[in-house]
T-cell receptor
Framework: DSGVTQTPKHLITATGQRVTLRCSPR?????VYWYQQSLDQGLQFLIH???????AKGNILERFSAQQFPDLHSELNLSSLELGDSALYFCASSVGLAPTYEQYFGPGTRLTVT | DQQVKQNSPSLSVQEGRISILNCDYTNSMFDYFLWYKKYPAEGPTFLISISSIKDKNEDGRFTVFLNKSAKHLSLHIVPSQPGDSAVYFC??????????FGAGTILRVKS
């Protein structure tokens, strides 16, 4: 158990809909990262928050947004969903600012868009 | 543009032998490299890392080698154990910025 929790574990929704994925980092970790893993692909970095502030963006679509709240949990919002958004979404946390600090990953949320 | 490539989708090794997982990168500005391991239905877990100022880092059965001139790194697992069967991801970072991951290599250790 990494100490990072993600909800829900599975999500099935229709095209055009909006969903929210939630992540609670390990106690004491200030950084939260979001990654997308599509079929047969590596982990694609989406966005990084540190202590409530956005620190870096990767290949995150404009239809996607995220935030980190004062209690350090984070939410990833995906809107106008398309079939291609079906993927595993991982959240990771770490104690430091740089992504080279060991990141602790949650079990992921599997999103299926039908 | 895949900056980090793991060209072997899978690798099968006998228990007790050496497993060698390879990773190539194209960005010469990468200065930190990491390996993560992933079991089914779990998130990746950190395994080992290496800075570009080193060419080798060892942690128990795991050793990472970095060849900067070839833009190549490898992970050696000796001896391999059935519990090592997992997907292994190579990742790289430039100047402490975002991690760029490879597509992963599935390692199967046969007993």
């Amino acid at each position: 158990d990494s100490g990072v929790t993600q909800t829900p574990k599975h999500l099935i929704t229709a095209t055009g809909q909006r969903v929210t994925l939630r992540c609670s980092p390990r106690s004491g970790d200030l950084s939260v990262y979001w990654y997308q893993q599509s079929l047969d692909q590596g982990l694609q970095f989406l966005i990084h928050y540190y202590n409530g502030e956005e620190r870096a963006k990767g290949n995150i679509l404009e239809r996607f947004s995220a935030q980190q709240f004062p209690d350090l949990h984070s939410e990833l919002n995906l809107s106008s969903l398309e079939l291609g958004d079906s993927a595993l979404y991982f959240c990771a946390s770490s104690v430091g600012l740089a992504p080279t600090y060991e990141q602790y990953f949650g079990p992921g949320t599997r999103l299926t868009v039908t | 543009d895949q900056q980090v490539k793991q060209n072997s989708p899978s690798l099968s090794v006998q228990e007790g032998r050496i497993s060698i997982l390879n990773c190539d990168y194209t960005n010469s500005m990468f200065d930190y490299f990491l390996w993560y391991k992933k079991y089914p239905a779990e998130g990746p877990t950190f395994l080992i890392s290496i800075s570009s100022i080193k060419d080798k880092n060892e942690d128990g059965r795991f050793t990472v080698f970095l060849n900067k001139s070839a833009k190549h790194l490898s992970l050696h697992i000796v001896p391999s154990q059935p519990g090592d069967s997992a997907v292994y991801f190579c990742a790289a970072s430039e100047g402490g910025n975002k991690l760029v991951f490879g597509a992963g290599t599935i390692l199967r250790v046969k007993s």
